[in-house]
């Protein structure tokens, strides 16, 4: 039964993002977009993950073009806007496909284990994976980083 170890996506500055090297840790990955209405959402993330990071959570953001082309620039461009408009500190990934038939093997995954809800329908859309790598919960677009009920479900994964 593969986990979510199995699984690396390739860094934004370049370079292999193994989701091993997270292991025993647990994860918020989101997929993310610069000019979405819920981009400010970025945020809330860096919040998230500057409260609990100490604590061992990591948040993921996966850039992803998909949604009314509300990604388009080079990775570079993402890297600078995330650093310089919401002093972004989490791990970000390189541009990626979130569903369809192109969509990353993470995404592939995590819609096999928790069905149609752990398919992003827009940007911002997250989904908890436990210590041990298994799916906890998917979380919709709109569910705010600091929703009680995204910061209950991160407290009880630490």
């Not at 091993?20 to 990955?29: I, W």
């Not at 959402?41 to 993950?49: A, N, V």
């Not at 990353?104 to 859309?125: D, I, M, R, S």
Request: glycine share 12%.
């Amino acid at each position: 039964m593969p986990d979510a170890y199995d699984y690396g996506f390739d860094a934004i500055a370049g370079g292999p993002l193994p989701l091993s090297s997270f292991k025993g840790k647990p994860m918020l990955v989101v997929n993310t977009a610069s000019k979405c209405g819920l981009t400010p959402q970025y945020e809330g993330l860096e919040k998230l993950y500057r409260d609990y990071r100490d604590q061992g959570l990591v948040v993921l953001g996966v850039p992803c073009n998909q949604f009314a082309g509300q990604e388009p620039g080079t990775e570079a461009e993402i890297q600078d806007f995330c650093a310089l408009t919401y002093d972004v500190d989490f791990p970000i990934t390189a541009k990626v496909e979130v569903k369809g038939e192109g969509a990353h093997p993470f995404y592939k995954w995590a819609e096999a284990g928790l069905g149609e809800g752990a398919v992003p329908a827009w940007n911002f859309h997250k989904i908890l994976v436990g210590k041990d790598g298994q799916l906890i919960r998917a979380f919709g677009s709109r569910t705010d980083p600091l929703d009680p009920d995204v910061v209950a479900a991160v407290k009880q994964a630490l």
